[in-house]
């Protein structure tokens, strides 16, 4: 079994009270079991971790990379379109990674519409709540 890293960055804890009419009424928690049952049926097993801090992301992409793990899914939040520094963390991991958004980021407010982080992820989905986590994972096999 392959070791993948779910990464999630601010408010994604807040999923089933955050905006429930543009994020939904399931919790990180849920998201966590879907992405959990899905990953083993496709031989991976799956790490989470979730932070609002930009900085206790970088470390964690630096501490998976360092101790072997084989690619990454993230949904940074609002750092997706703003962080030179996840950016530089995933491109200096070596690693494939995809980037999942639950919304559709261009169909939202405009300073949504671009990713900073994406430019150094294999692929992005969004726009297709929480069934985007299973198509990333349809997709890593791809890039492995």
Do not use: W
């Not at 491109?91 to 671009?114: L, Q, W």
Request: charged residues 25%; contains cysteine.
């Amino acid at each position: 079994m392959k070791k993948i890293a779910i990464l999630h960055g601010p408010n994604l804890d807040r999923l089933g009270k955050r905006e429930p009419e543009v994020y939904g009424r399931a919790t990180l928690k849920d998201l966590e079991k879907l992405i959990r049952a899905e990953a083993k049926s496709r031989g991976f097993t799956p790490t989470f971790f979730q932070s609002a801090h930009e900085g206790a992301l970088v470390d964690k992409i630096h501490a998976l990379t360092d101790a072997g793990i084989a690619a990454f899914i993230v949904n940074f939040g609002a750092y997706s379109h703003t962080s030179i520094a996840l950016r530089d963390a995933l491109s200096a991991s070596g690693k494939p990674a995809i980037e999942v958004h639950i919304s559709d980021i261009k169909k939202r407010e405009k300073f949504r519409h671009s990713s900073m982080t994406a430019g150094a992820c294999k692929a992005m989905i969004c726009g297709k709540g929480f069934p985007g986590y299973v198509d990333a994972l349809n997709l890593l096999p791809k890039y492995l």
